[in-house]
């Protein structure tokens, strides 16, 4: 006798709805249809990515906000006439 098994990983989600504006879903449909993902699973991996994401350990963690300024710009301002 030979069979395939095939590990099915269930993740328990539950429905939610969410109100976005005409242009956002547009935007959303057409990301999804060029990626060939479904919008769902854009979403989920947006909140994944901005909510969820995990903390960063070690020297990294030290700061993580957004740049302000190049790594030029840096110079320029501390640089010795």
């Known amino acids: 006798m030979t069979y395939v098994t095939n590990p099915v990983k ?3 989600m539950e429905k939610t ?3 976005l504006r005409k242009e ?3 935007a959303l449909r057409e990301a999804a ?3 060939g993902r479904s919008v769902a699973e854009l979403v ?3 909140i994944r990515k901005a909510v969820l ?3 960063t350990a070690g020297p990294v963690a030290i ?3 957004e740049p302000r300024r190049t790594s030029m710009e840096h110079d320029s301002v ?3 006439p």
């Open 10 to 12: 269930v993740t328990y």
């Open 17 to 19: 709805q969410v109100y």
């Open 24 to 26: 956002e879903l547009d």
């Open 33 to 35: 249809a060029r990626s």
């Open 44 to 46: 989920r991996d947006a």
């Open 53 to 55: 994401k995990p903390q």
């Open 63 to 65: 700061w993580d906000g």
């Open 78 to 80: 501390h640089d010795q």
